[in-house]
């Protein structure tokens, strides 16, 4: 069966660090571009960054440029999403999800049919 499964997530302090790693399973991910998002209570799921399939290119939203890094370990059939500087406004469920092949519109949640099951990353003092 087709899985991803998220972790990394946890309680931070602002300006902190944490590193969200997306396991696959049952697939091999050197095939499929990845994508990240998040969606915080009260609000609707949002692009956060994704990495294409062959080509490596990668997208963030304006929101963590300059401190959020996607990367892909495809020996390890994992990605990550590596998130510093972190803010109270980064608290949120996040999710890794995978579609086979590229796209040049990855931030788009309605690309993607396969999801992993979402972890919490809470930024507070």
């Known amino acids: 069966q087709l899985q991803l499964v998220e972790s990394g997530g946890g309680l931070v302090q602002p300006g902190g660090s944490l590193r969200l790693s997306c396991r696959a399973s049952?697939?091999?991910?050197?095939?499929?571009?990845i994508g990240w998002f998040r969606q915080a209570p009260g609000k609707e799921r949002e692009g956060v960054s994704c990495?294409?399939?062959?080509?490596?290119?990668?997208y963030y939203t304006d929101s963590v440029k300059g401190r959020f890094t996607i990367s892909r370990d495809n020996a390890k059939n994992t990605a990550y999403l590596q998130m510093n500087s972190l803010k109270p406004e980064d608290t949120a469920v996040y999710y890794c999800?995978?579609?086979?092949?590229?796209?040049?519109?990855?931030?788009?949640?309605?690309?993607?049919?396969?999801w992993g099951q979402g972890t919490q990353v809470t930024v507070s003092s």
């Open positions: 049952g697939f091999t991910l050197d095939y499929y571009t």
């Open positions: 990495i294409n399939r062959s080509t490596g290119t990668t």
């Open positions: 999800a995978a579609l086979k092949g590229i796209t040049t519109d990855c931030l788009n949640q309605r690309m993607y049919p396969y």
